[in-house]
Antibody, heavy 119, light 106 residues
Framework: QVQLQQSGPGLVKPSQTLSLTCAISGDSVSSNSGAWNWIRQSPSRGLEWLGRTYYRSKWYYDYADSVKSRTTINPDTSKNQFSLHLNYVTPEDTAVYYC?????????WGQGTLVTVSS | EIVMTQSPDTLSVSPGERATLSCRASQSVSSNLAWYQQKPGQAPSLLIYDASTRATGIPARFSGSGSGTEFTLTISGLQSEDFAVYYCQQYTDLWTFGQGTKVEIK
């Protein structure tokens, strides 16, 4: 059974970068059938998929149009984890952030991290 | 981007009754549609995938139907633990979610 453990700060200042990490157990970030996603949830925006990375002989990256210009998702094969970096955050980026595993449906979830953007 | 629209926003149902939730896609997603249940303080959990297949361990009172752009989640004989928020998700073209339907006790 796949387990995902998130880590990262709960408070970020406006214009700075939000960074979160998701450690994977029970699967590999380099799996040829998996995909590793970031999703956020807020009262104003609901559930919003942010992006994903996956490995199919090479690494692929997809991002939601709404955050594409300021988002990076990176795999770390040495630690079997992946990360989210969201640049130039504003208070509208305040949300619960989840990492999630799955190529179609969501098979596993991290525990969620409430990230507040405030000075 | 494929836009998913759920209706109604809130559904008031008495225990034991049937709840019918709808999800509409802005363009065809074939049968690449999933339903999730979310309870307060928890991540969503998978109920239905491929529009009509129950996930492992999901009771038979949950059923899904539809294809293309129109989908339905039916909960027959609502039990106390079923009062929650339900989301649809398409996975034809990346991922997008509906805004959710809250099923509350009438």
């Amino acid at each position: 059974q796949v387990q995902l453990q998130q880590s990262g700060p709960g408070l970020v200042k406006p214009s700075q970068t939000l960074s979160l990490t998701c450690a994977i157990s029970g699967d590999s970030v380099s799996s040829n059938s998996g995909a590793w996603n970031w999703i956020r949830q807020s009262p104003s925006r609901g559930l919003e998929w942010l992006g994903r990375t996956y490995y199919r002989s090479k690494w692929y990256y997809d991002y939601a149009d709404s955050v594409k210009s300021r988002t990076t998702i990176n795999p770390d094969t040495s630690k079997n984890q992946f990360s989210l970096h969201l640049n130039y955050v504003t208070p509208e980026d305040t949300a619960v952030y989840y990492c999630a595993g799955g190529a179609g449906t969501i098979d596993s979830w991290g525990q969620g991290t409430l990230v507040t953007v405030s000075s | 981007e494929i836009v998913m629209t759920q209706s109604p926003d809130t559904l008031s149902v008495s225990p034991g009754e049937r709840a019918t939730l709808s999800c509409r896609a802005s363009q065809s997603v074939s049968s690449n549609l999933a339903w999730y249940q979310q309870k307060p303080g928890q991540a969503p959990s998978l109920l239905i995938y491929d529009a009509s297949t129950r996930a492992t361990g999901i009771p038979a009172r949950f059923s899904g139907s539809g294809s293309g752009t129109e989908f339905t989640l039916t909960i027959s004989g609502l039990q106390s633990e079923d009062f929650a928020v339900y989301y649809c998700q398409q996975y034809t073209d990346l991922w997008t979610f509906g805004q959710g339907t809250k099923v509350e006790i009438k």
